[in-house]
């Protein structure tokens, strides 16, 4: 069994910076590429980040120079700094966890989704 642990998400003013952080527990043997996605209302969810476990990252073209991602592999738990936040950011912010446990299985696991609003 593998659990996936979000938090940091909250109402911020535009200019703003939050920090979401994910952990995941249980029976994992490695975890490969994490990633944050998000959904806002009305519209499909999108890729935000994604981090490789040897940290290499990929952004999407909307969050460049604004978004980091980051990973501590120790602690399982990967990270999303958000900087200069924009009211076009508001969305839920999930991230992704794909796991291949200690019996071989290959599981992808999402969070439950921390809701990131931006807002004056």
């Known amino acids: 069994q593998v659990r996936v642990v979000e938090s940091g998400g909250g109402l911020v003013q535009p200019g703003g910076s939050l920090r979401l952080s994910c952990a995941a527990s249980?029976?994992?043997?490695?975890?490969?590429?994490m990633g944050w996605y998000r959904q806002a209302p009305g519209k499909q969810r999108e890729l935000v980040a994604t981090?490789?476990?040897?940290?290499?990252?990929n952004y999407a073209e909307s969050v460049k120079g604004r978004f980091t991602i980051s990973r501590d592999n120790a602690k399982n738990t990967v990270y999303l700094q958000m900087n200069s936040l924009k009211p076009e950011d508001t969305a839920l912010y999930y991230c992704?966890?794909?796991?291949?446990?200690?019996?071989?299985?290959?599981?992808?696991?999402w969070g439950q989704g921390t809701l990131v609003t931006v807002s004056s």
């Open positions: 249980g029976s994992i043997f490695s975890i490969y590429a």
């Open positions: 992704r966890v794909p796991v291949r446990t200690d019996t071989g299985r290959y599981l992808e696991v």
């Open positions: 981090i490789t476990s040897s940290g290499n990252t």
